[in-house]
């Protein structure tokens, strides 16, 4: 068997990217085009563009990686999962949508389009949470041990895509949410049911185990690779807290406000979408090594920013709630509330980063956090002082407890 060339294997993940971004822009037009016109459509193509933006990220990642490296096995595998999303997904959603609710009749076989847009979360989810954790960043697994994990992955993905397509029932796809699924075999029914109770929840344990994974290789690594490693749980650990800020905000807005969602609740939904986009930069960027050594830079910020974000929600909701008490018998509105509430919050935004950068740096960077204080005492020696020697005496005093050096020596020219 003749062994594929790099140039080969480049030119292949050239054709898989554009064919990866040539479906999201037929998707695209397919659901501007279906859009019914009562519609925002600006808000609509925002909101479906950004989407798009979202799944793109992953077929322009794993060419960059290809580019350079052609036998990457992680750019192979973020190229696959791609292709799931793009035709599986965004191209069999816009053809079902096309030849089930545009022009009925016009395409072939739309409903099995449709079948593969309401499965299509098995293989995505199931390759980005089981085997891009278990071989991430060198495409090898962390030992010989975890190779029944990864067999069971693929059987589960496997399975569940065999038991879910036959299953009969409504699809409960966007583009027509009462279809009957076409493969529907009703006298299997009652078995299909029993084994997707099984399957199910199989494939959250088999992720479960698989970040297991990453964690053990993380403790067990050094170097570039704990890096690497850094890159990926930093970006997914802020994407997950974003899911979870979002859900949770809706929940308490929704408490607050008697249902209705606030316009900055909407934005941060659709940022906590977006925000999925970092997953395949940081894979992009720990695998191709660039900037690889910003990771703790990248770590400190989303830590200041994070916390900073919890706590001016936290006060927020709390001075809304308190001037709600006492504003409600005098005005009978809440806006004054919100209005103070905002106001305040702005005003706390600078003194609070400032607390909370000095906290983490002090719990989290604490050599740096004592070498900027060892550097800020001696400059504020260093205005009063006149004696050379003793300044010079201070200054390798200092670069010590600085920087901890095996020697020091302090050279002054003549």
Known sequence: MTRLTDATLRRAAWALCALCVLAFVIALGAHLVSEEPQHDVARSLLREGGNILVLAGFPVTAVVILRSQPRNKIGWLVMAIALVWSLFGALADSYARFGLVVSPGSLPAPEIAALMNALVWVPGIGLMGTFLLLLFPDGQLPSPRWRPVALLSGLVIASLLLTLAPT???LGVGAVPRLQNPLGWKR?????????????????????ACAAALVL???????VERLQLKWLTTAAAAVAGLYLLSIGGGLLTGALFGGRQPGWMDVLDE???LAFVVIPAAIGTAVLRHRLYDIDVVINRTLVY?????TLAACYVSSVLLLQLVFDPVTKQSHLAVAASTLFVAALFQPARQRIQAGVDRRFYRSRYDTARTLDAFAN??????DLDA???DLRTTAANAVHPEHVSLWIRP
Not at 217 to 223: E, I, K, L, Q, Y
Not at 306 to 310: C, E, S, V
Not at 381 to 386: H, I
């Open 168 to 170: 009969p029932g409504e």
């Open 188 to 208: 299997a029914g009652p078995v299909l049911t029993v084994l997707q109770a099984v399957l199910l929840p199989m494939l959250p344990v088999c992720v479960i």
């Open 217 to 223: 290789r993380f403790r067990r690594s050094h170097g």
């Open 271 to 273: 940022l906590s979408f």
């Open 306 to 310: 994070g916390a900073l974000t919890l």
């Open 381 to 386: 020696r260093l205005r009063s002082e006149l």
């Open 391 to 393: 300044i010079g005496s």
